[in-house]
């Protein structure tokens, strides 16, 4: 049976306990065992090392810096590390490891709550498939910092209309990659719980986690 680590606490704008909820329910309807902790120190603990995926929920945390390079070394192992928007890509922003593992970093999300479109970049990935070709989206559009070696599903471009020194950038809002022989899967959509009823947002997340986890 494939094993599931669900950690959730910092910001709670994000809805982190609402949303491992959300993931222990999915994860165990797919056949996981689960373990939920709220305590950052879990990330130190060796055991994590068997485990076949961690899900951060963990927007503006605080973590010791032993804890994150054990858990950077489980990824790198083999574990896998999926999670979407804060709770993942703006978690211990002061662990650039840590960062290094997601491939990218939230930085900004002009305009606050807006309406958006997502575009899919690679439709044929059973990530993506059968999700329409652009959708709209209303959250946070995120302004990430990124690494170029992650592999882009989707992305969304930018209007200017909250920022001229944005208009036309195109940015990545969902992307995977091999970190070591660990899978990491990131979704940026998902500001708040709510979202998850998106069936386009919940479908990605949920192909994207179980993509994500060492068989």
Not at 153 to 161: I, N, Q, R
Request: hydrophobic residues 40%; aromatic residues 10%; proline residues 5%.
């Amino acid at each position: 049976m494939r094993s599931a680590l669900i950690v959730w606490g910092g910001w709670s704008g994000h809805d982190p306990e609402a949303c491992a909820a959300i993931y222990r329910r999915w994860l165990h309807e797919d056949g996981y065992s689960v373990r939920v902790e709220n305590d950052s120190a879990v990330y130190g603990d060796p055991s994590i090392h068997d485990l076949s995926l961690i899900i951060p929920l963990a927007s503006v945390w605080k973590i010791e810096r032993d804890h994150v390079m054990n858990l950077v070394k489980a990824v790198e192992n083999g574990v896998g590390l999926a999670g979407h928007h804060g709770g993942m890509s703006d978690a211990f922003r002061d662990q650039t490891d840590y960062q290094f593992v997601v491939g990218g970093q939230w930085v900004a999300h002009p305009g606050n709550i807006i309406d958006y479109t997502v575009d899919v970049t690679k439709p044929d990935d059973p990530i993506m498939q059968g999700i329409p070709k652009s959708f709209p989206y209303h959250s946070e559009q995120y302004y990430m910092h990124m690494d170029p070696s992650v592999e882009v599903l989707a992305t969304t471009t930018f209007s200017g209309e909250h920022g001229a020194w944005t208009k036309g950038v195109v940015m990545p809002v969902v992307w995977k990659r091999m970190y070591g022989k660990g899978k990491v899967f990131h979704s940026t959509l998902g500001h708040s719980v709510t979202e998850f009823e998106v069936p386009e947002m919940a479908t990605i997340l949920r192909r994207g986690i179980n993509w994500a986890a060492r068989d």
